[in-house]
């Protein structure tokens, strides 16, 4: 069965796309802990980022930082922090994650809420520095 991010992938459930490649796909959580908090995933369908081959895994890396990069443009932070978890869905993801301090990245806080028009206007803010 696919995952949910292979069906945001297909377009079968509808997200707030920042990039994508022939192997990559860059969409904003919909549950941010910060403004600009961005899921990177492989197209492939695989659980657990390092079972990715060594080429497949550095690409993906390389596919990141682009994105981290336009967020650290796009927002003034002071670093993009890049987690990976790994639990919360069984399709490999990197949490991009724009941060001016260590509880920006805390999973415990309450995700932050934002009107569908203003995803919209930050995954452009976003896509502006690509």
């Known amino acids: 069965m696919p ?3 292979t069906k945001i992938i ?3 459930i509808p997200c707030y796309k920042i990039a994508e490649d ?31 081959p060594q080429e497949e895994l550095s690409a993906l890396h390389l596919f990141a930082q682009k994105i981290a990069h336009a967020q650290k443009n796009a927002f003034g932070c002071n670093r993009v ?5 790994g639990f919360e869905v069984p399709h490999a993801h990197i949490h991009l994650i724009p941060a001016n301090e260590m509880s920006d990245v805390d999973f415990r806080k309450k995700p932050l809420e934002f009107s569908k028009e203003q ?10 520095f690509l």
């Open 81 to 85: 922090c890049s987690l990976v978890i």
């Open 3 to 5: 995952s949910i991010f």
């Open 22 to 52: 022939n192997a990559h796909f860059a969409f904003l959580d919909i549950r941010p802990l910060k403004e600009g908090h961005t899921l990177v995933i492989p197209k492939k369908e695989i659980d657990y980022i390092y079972d990715l």
């Open 10 to 12: 297909n377009g079968e």
């Open 119 to 128: 995803m919209r206007e930050i995954a452009e803010k976003i896509k502006l």
